[in-house]
């Protein structure tokens, strides 16, 4: 219920500071674990493309903000849990799991943390990659293009989910699931040019 009440306050928002386009939202499966895998280049990237599906998305976030206490209440409220970053956090990787063999959704944003766009892209972690493997969820790409200058324009496009397929009878190596996210990265990016 006050996911909801957040979700419809992000709603009002950015339609009054900003100039967003949502493209691709038929995407977006209604049921069945998923795994949203989203570009980073704002704090405001979840409450932006989040409040927009259909369904609860539950993200990792940077422990750091659960210490700002009107951002703890949102992003509790929006369903964040905490994450210490470059850890390998294992609470926060079986909060992951838990809640994707529960056949939710857990929004990830694979770069782990938000890219300048003069430096180029960001390395992204394979964590996604992993997820989506040990549970079977689909991974749905989401890429936000544009900037958060007030009543500029934004995009937000949802793109097709797939599926990661690992034929291999051994476990995916840690070069496997990088590969693996990075071709994830170059679909969100792609995105930009549909």
């Not at 992000?10 to 339609?15: A, D, E, G």
């Not at 493309?49 to 009107?70: D, Q, S, T």
């Not at 994707?100 to 996604?128: D, H, M, Q, Y």
Request: glycine share 8%.
């Amino acid at each position: 219920m006050f996911y909801r009440f957040v979700a419809n306050l992000c709603r009002i928002f950015f339609s009054i500071f900003f100039r967003v386009n949502y493209e691709g939202l038929e995407n977006v499966p209604e049921e069945g674990p998923l795994i949203v895998c989203c570009n980073h280049i704002s704090l405001l990237d979840m409450f932006l493309f989040a409040h927009r599906i259909p369904r609860k998305v539950y993200f990792m976030a940077k422990k750091e903000l659960f210490r700002i206490p009107l951002v703890n209440v949102i992003i509790k409220a929006l369903g964040a849990f905490p994450v210490n970053r470059g850890h390998g956090d294992l609470n926060a990787a079986k909060t992951t799991l838990q809640l994707l063999n529960e056949g939710k959704a857990v929004g990830i944003f694979p770069e782990g943390t938000r890219r300048n766009k003069a430096k180029g892209r960001v390395r992204p972690k394979s964590g996604a990659a992993l997820f989506a493997l040990e549970s079977g969820a689909s991974i749905l790409p989401v890429g936000i293009f544009g900037n958060y200058r007030l009543f500029s324009k934004i995009r937000v496009v949802y793109g097709k989910p797939y599926k990661l397929v690992w034929e291999n009878s051994e476990k995916a190596s840690k070069s496997d699931l990088q590969d693996m996210v990075d071709e994830l990265m170059d679909k969100i990016y792609s995105l930009e040019q549909e």
